[in-house]
């Protein structure tokens, strides 16, 4: 397992930051989801070994989060949301630097940062001062320190902040080939949950530190008995306004229909309907769950 707690408990004065939570990650792109006071930075800062817990136990990557801090440290890169830059210093400087910090040689750590450099983008600009960087690039930058030592683990949290479309596609780029090509675990947190399914193959909800939810996306999508999402050769909307005469609804979403079954109907129905039509059905499916419909659903249950 990638990550495994028991019982971890975090407070803050009379606030619960996580409450009794228990949760065994796999291996792989993991996203952190929930709402704001959720836990997520507490749960993050405890598996870095970053703040000391009330109560519970956990391991990452095997190891200890109490007795092994520095050790998962070392093996964890991590790039926090807030501005860690430092200022008057060149990005080949701050990248090398990362990398002494989590006990490389000095001559290894700078022959890595040109190397990750280069990965990333940022090969032309290494000599630069980081102050100069664009939002995208120190965001890239950020990324490169976290990775110089060659982590098993690589959590971001919320990587595309304030950034542009552009941007935002290059750092969800750079995610999806760090644990698809790299073969590195993420731990994926984010707001926007288009960014999450774009990167990440299992979801972990968190709400008032506690787990909600927790699976595969694809698993947690539900397929929804009576409604579908069809698409006809021919006119669409023709085909929904067909539909209706029939009592059943249609709306246009996308490239395709979203229909809704009456309770007690099939989907023979919509055959039936093309054939009376001479319509050519070109593609008919079960709509299923979207992520934003499991975090919701999540949230509201825990409310």
């Known amino acids: 397992m990638l990550i495994e707690l028991e019982g971890v408990t975090k407070t803050y004065g009379k606030i619960r930051a996580l409450s009794a939570l228990s949760m065994n990650v796999p291996h792989g792109a993991i996203g952190l989801l929930g709402p704001n006071g959720a836990g997520k930075t507490t749960l993050i800062r405890s598996i870095l070994g970053l703040i000391s817990l009330d109560a519970g136990q956990g391991r990452v990557l095997g190891m200890d989060i109490r007795k092994n801090r520095l050790d998962i440290r070392q093996a964890v890169g991590f790039v926090p949301e807030d501005e860690c830059l430092f200022p008057g210093v060149i ?14 040689h000095p001559s290894d750590a700078l022959q890595r940062a040109h190397e990750v450099l280069d990965y990333i983008g940022l090969g032309e600009a290494r000599y630069r001062l980081a102050d100069s960087y664009s939002t995208g690039m120190k965001q890239r930058l950020k990324i490169a320190s976290a990775i110089v030592h060659d982590p098993r683990l690589l959590i971001l949290d919320e ?21 698809r090509a790299k073969g590195m675990s993420l731990l994926f947190s984010s707001h926007l949950l288009s960014d999450v399914e774009a990167v990440c193959e299992d979801v972990v909800v968190l709400g008032r530190g506690r787990l909600l939810a927790q699976g595969r996306i694809e698993e947690l ?18 085909f929904a306004s067909r539909l209706a005469e029939r009592g059943i609804q249609a709306s246009p979403h996308d490239d395709h229909l979203l229909v809704h079954l009456p309770a007690g109907t099939t ?20 709509r299923r769950s979207t992520l934003e ?4 659903s999540a949230v509201a249950e825990d409310n």
């Not at 009576?226 to 909307?237: A, S, T």
């Open 91 to 104: 990005g080949i400087q701050f990248v090398a630097y990362a990398g002494e910090l989590v006990g490389m």
């Open 159 to 179: 990587p595309t902040n304030g950034m542009d479309p552009a941007g935002r596609d290059e750092i969800l780029a750079l995610a999806r080939d760090l644990s």
């Open 221 to 238: 999508k539900e397929a929804h008995d009576r409604q579908f999402e069809l698409r006809v050769k021919g006119d669409q909307q023709c």
């Open 267 to 286: 989907a023979h129905v919509l055959w039936e309907t093309a054939a009376g039509m001479d319509e050519q059905v070109r593609a008919l499916r079960p």
């Open 293 to 296: 419909e499991i975090f919701l």
